[in-house]
């Protein structure tokens, strides 16, 4: 799949190796490799009441744009940067920011955007259109393996997909269809028309940048927390493995509507100390907890639960010549249906966040009359749980109790993860699989996953936009990620088809992909869909889910 799969599997999923110091600093910091220049900058003094705390469960990457693939450094420029849309938590639709509105040509290919007039950057300088046409070239110039989020526009802007396989220079990107009209207004072309092309543009790739600063193919920049940004606040501090602090941005449009002086983010990995943060009101938000807090807070106002579809999977390394098994379509489909999710649906004893899942597209997403998972189940369920019919499989493929087949199943320790695993192990011993349990640290297992080091292993994808393309788009071999190594060119074929397609005839297409994908090929097995859940404190207002710009104290 994708690198966001790192992100993938949300927040909920990510844990580490130990809690950081509930200390305050007094002065600024940037991390070594960063500009002398961000070495100092000024903190106000701020009352307790007019500072809000909050939890991350691991520390930040590059903070460039471009680049953002991970929770945690996501969380960090939603304060700070202001999008061109955005989506409402409560009803999952597409809010203007930066954007106050867009007109669509008749034939669906080319947009104009019109700029919200009073954005400006931190340092006062005003943000205009050449900023976003140079952000979004420079994104495509970086390459889909470098900028993950780029492929919307690498493969969908007329003239950017040859540039992105090059990794060109923004100055060389003249036939690429996007276009400062004026200084507010920008003009993108598409190769073919896409109703659900704006819901895309809530990702961090579409956010302007400076050319004089964020310079081309290098994101070392990114982290001097001198650099101007357009959004609410404006990071002061940082110290990636322990905390980072922003201020008010005087600067944003909306800054009347920012109550609150400062944010202080504070570096937890492990998921009990996030907890205890919580409750001893040394943060108000916390973002990794374990399965039983979801019970323990059940009917408490502190505890909200997403609506933001996700899945949980294991991918299939079936190029992998290391272990031939795996090119094998009977094994694949004997690791998909000998697999019973209702039994680790009730171990994991929470049926308000987990549920079984027998396809690709979590619960949520919108389909032909209603919702697209429940409607592909009750017509026909592309994957079950069968034993016998496993066995049989298997003994097919040539494996039986005298000859086991041996898969190594790669992950990174949590409950949730570890609890999964042990499942996996027992289970799959009914079908002539002995499984071993390979771990690693979060980021070393997010690099070797992402690079196909593995036979099979875990994965997540928490939907990027409300329609099914952002989960089928995860099985093209241009992607980058864990199924790269199981896509193939038919797949490709149905994926790039189904772009073109409008309305019932989209959602057909999309059915058709996920079928082929995980009935015929197999590439995937699905384990279980859920739901992402934080705590937050109800001494603050106006607090939504991972953007904190309107918070007060009550």
């Not at 579809?309 to 190029?319: K, Q, R, T």
Request: aromatic letters at 12%.
């Amino acid at each position: 799949m994708k690198k966001l799969l790192a992100v993938l599997m949300s927040s909920l999923m990510v844990v580490g190796l130990a809690a950081c110091s509930s200390s305050t600093p007094s002065g600024s910091a940037a991390p070594a490799g960063s500009p002398a220049a961000s070495t100092e900058a000024a903190t106000p003094a701020a009352s307790e009441d007019d500072i809000f705390y909050f939890a991350v469960a691991g520390e930040p990457r590059l903070l460039d744009p471009a680049i953002i693939d991970d929770a945690v450094s996501g969380l960090i420029i939603s304060q700070t940067y202001y999008p061109l849309f955005t989506t409402d938590p409560d009803t999952n639709e597409l809010v203007n920011q930066a954007c106050t509105g867009y007109d669509v040509s008749e034939d669906g290919t080319v947009y104009t955007f019109h700029l919200d007039e009073n954005n400006k950057w931190s340092d006062g300088e005003p943000v205009t259109a050449d900023q976003y046409v140079y952000a979004w070239k420079r994104a495509i110039g970086m390459g889909k393996g470098t900028s993950l989020y780029s492929q919307y526009l690498a493969d969908y802007v007329v003239g950017a997909l040859p540039h992105s396989e090059n990794m060109d220079d923004v100055a060389d990107m003249d036939d690429v269809g996007l276009k400062a009209v004026d200084d507010y207004t920008i003009e993108m072309t598409l190769t073919q028309p896409c109703e659900y092309f704006t819901s895309t543009m809530t990702m961090s790739c579409y956010l302007p940048l400076r050319p004089e600063i964020a310079v081309e193919h290098d994101s070392q920049w990114a982290n001097d927390i001198t650099v101007p940004t357009n959004g609410a606040y404006k990071l002061t501090y940082l110290d990636a493995p322990t905390r980072f602090e922003f201020e008010k941005n005087e600067f944003f449009s909306h800054a009347d509507k920012v109550v609150t002086q400062k944010l202080v983010g504070k570096v937890i990995t492990d998921m009990d100390a996030q907890l205890m943060a919580f409750q001893t009101k040394e943060i108000y938000y916390a973002n990794s907890l374990g399965n039983a807090v979801a019970k323990m807070y059940a009917g408490n106002p502190e505890l909200v639960i997403s609506k933001t579809p996700a899945s949980y999977y294991i991918y299939i390394n079936s190029h992998n010549n290391d272990q031939p098994a795996l090119q094998d379509r009977r094994v694949r489909r004997a690791l998909q249906i000998g697999l019973d999710r209702d039994y680790i649906c009730t171990a994991l004893d929470n049926d308000t966040i987990y549920y079984p899942l027998y396809g690709l597209v979590s619960k949520g997403i919108p389909g032909l009359n209603g919702d697209f998972r429940e409607e592909q189940d009750a017509e026909h369920q592309l994957v079950y749980t069968d034993k016998d019919e496993a066995r049989a499989l298997m003994e097919e493929a040539g494996y039986n109790e005298n000859n086991v087949l041996h898969l190594v199943y790669y992950t990174n320790a949590s409950d949730l993860h570890d609890t999964v695993a042990a499942i996996l192990r027992e289970q799959y011993k009914e079908i002539y699989i002995d499984l071993e349990i390979k771990n690693a640290e979060i980021r070393t297992f997010f690099d070797d996953r992402e690079n196909g080091i593995y036979e099979i292993c875990r994965g997540g994808f928490s939907a990027d936009y409300y329609d099914a393309s952002t989960f089928t788009d995860l099985l093209k071999t241009t992607s980058t990620g864990p199924v790269v190594s199981s896509g193939n060119e038919t797949c490709d074929e149905m994926i790039v088809a189904s772009q073109a397609k409008l309305g019932d005839d989209r959602i057909v297409a999309m059915h058709e992909i996920e079928q082929y994908a995980f009935e015929e090929e197999c590439f995937v097995i699905p384990v279980i869909g859920y739901v992402s859940y934080t705590l937050q404190s109800q001494d603050w207002k106006n607090l939504q889910r991972g953007r904190f710009w309107y918070v007060e104290k009550k």
